[in-house]
Structures are given as C-alpha cells and as structure tokens.
C-alpha cells in the first residue's frame, strides 16, 4: 500500500509539473521580441519629435533599447507568445508634430491595440490603419489632431475606438 502511495504521490507530482511547464506563460520561452518588431518599433520612435523631455526622448521610450527584448523590456508593449507586437501604448509620451511617423507602426499587422492619446500631434491622422486588420481598439483622444478622420478608419471592422 505504502508503495502505491507513493507511486501515485510522483505520478501526480510530474502531472503537476508538466502542466504548469506547458501552460504557464510565465515559464514558457514566449513573447521574444521578433527583430523585424523590434526595428519597426525602433523606427517608428527615431522618426518622432517630443517635448518637454531632457534627454529628447520620453521616460516611457527611454526603454525602447536596440539591445533589449522589446516584449519583455519596453514600456507601452505587449506582445503575443510568438513575439508579434499586439498592443502599445503610448499615451501621454510627449509625441509632437506630424504623424507621418506612424507610418513604420502601420506595418505591425498583429496589433490590436494602439493607444496614442493625450499627445500634441497637432497634425492630420495619418492614413494607413486600415493596413493594421487585427485592430480592436484605437484611442485618439485629446491627441490633438486636426482635420478629418481618414476614410481607412471606417473600414477597420473589429474595431471600438474611442
């Protein structure tokens, strides 16, 4: 009996472990930052002006390192298991000027969130989100952009923007 018992005691045991070892995404190797994410990001924020910052570049950003994990690392970015870049917040980041910039983001086909609020764009909304099909959730808010909304916004079928 005693033999039993502990047989069963390891078999659970080994159970347990290999279950936490497949489905826990902290222990899994997931959400490595894919180089092609990395660069797009890192262009995207090179092709941007700020204000009100010391060093030129936001504290939020100043993570945003060539040699880091851009999944893991950066601040405002969320990935999925595979490394893709599904979210990114960048509200309130100082961003100025004109969204031309974004144009390197709209390449980040996976992203489902994209939060550029509370910024001094002060320009257009560019043209290009409705090159981003997985987008469900957009905020603009007081991003200070002028003019019209483009008419690729209105297409994006997933989407609630704010």
Known sequence: MMRFNVMFSS???IYVLCFLLVCSPSWAVEGQCL???R?????????LSFYSSESGVPE????????TDCCR???GV???Q??????????DNSIVGSADGLASLFQLSHL???DLSDNNFNSTIASGFDRLPNLTHLNLSNSDFVGQIPIGISRLERQGAE
């Open 35 to 37: 180089d092609e994410q």
């Open 60 to 67: 939020g950003l100043s993570t945003w390192d060539l040699n």
């Open 11 to 13: 078999c659970v045991i």
């Open 112 to 114: 489902q969130r994209l």
């Open 82 to 91: 595979i490394g893709e870049v599904i979210g990114l917040d960048l509200s």
């Open 78 to 80: 969320e990935c999925n």
């Open 73 to 75: 690392s950066w601040e």
């Open 39 to 47: 660069h797009l990001l890192l262009h995207f924020k090179h092709n």
